[in-house]
């Protein structure tokens, strides 16, 4: 067990709709990033957040939004959902932004 | 802009056989090194990091990797590798103090 909590574990939604993703970080950590990983385009960054702030910024679609709340706890925000978007979607968290990463569980998102 | 070069794609390797995967990164200050492993269906976990100290850093389940400072390179070992050990792995490099770039990974398959 990472420390690091997404839910849900699945999701299943249909094309047009929107879908929260959440991630709780390790207790401690102060940087939060996302990922979303599929079979065509591998493991691709998203966003990154330390202490509440956005840090960096991947291939992340302009459908899509995150933010870090006080509590660390994150949200990845995806509308206007595709086929496309059928991916696991990972929350890893670290210390500081350049340290060991945790990641969680992923929730795998399948857009019908 | 920072990035980090993973050679090898796709890697098939016979039981018993060495392998070594590619790893270099484009940061001309300080960096944190690491190696993700992804066994199917599961999540990243860290195989090993570099941080200071000596350049041959030893890992779990019998991986290495060695950081080359002139080469900009962190190159992942193991001598003899297992059917267990089929996985995808990432190399991952953290800098600046709040950032950590990862590879595109490279899938490797163990043939028993």
């Known amino acids: 067990d990472s420390g690091v909590t997404q839910t849900p574990k699945h999701l299943i939604t249909a094309t047009g709709q929107r879908v929260t993703l959440r991630c709780s970080p390790r207790s401690g950590d102060l940087s939060v990033y996302w990922y979303q990983q599929s079979l065509d385009q591998g493991l691709q960054f998203l966003i990154q957040?330390?202490?509440?702030?956005?840090?960096a910024k991947g291939n992340i679609l302009e459908r899509f939004s995150a933010q870090q709340f006080p509590d660390l706890h994150s949200e990845l925000n995806l509308s206007s959902l595709e086929l496309g978007d059928s991916a696991l979607y990972f929350c890893a968290s670290s210390e500081t932004g350049d340290t060991e990463a945790f990641f969680g569980q992923g929730t795998r998102l399948t857009v019908v | 802009a920072q990035s980090v070069s993973q050679h090898n794609h796709h890697v098939i390797l016979s039981e018993a056989a060495s392998l070594e995967l590619g790893c270099n990164y484009s940061?001309?200050?300080?960096?944190?090194l690491f190696w993700y492993v992804q066994y199917p269906g599961q999540h990243l976990q860290l195989l090993l990091k570099?941080?200071?100290?000596?350049?041959l850093v030893k890992g779990i389940k019998g991986f290495e990797a060695e950081f080359i400072k002139s080469k900009f390179s962190f190159n992942l070992r193991k001598p003899s590798v297992q059917w267990s050990d089929t996985a995808e792995y990432f190399c991952a490099v953290g800098s600046g103090g709040f950032k950590t770039i990862f590879g595109a990974g490279t899938r490797l398959f163990v043939k028993a």
């Open positions: 957040y330390y202490n509440g702030e956005e840090r």
């Open positions: 940061y001309g200050g300080t960096v944190n």
């Open positions: 570099y941080f200071s100290g000596d350049p």
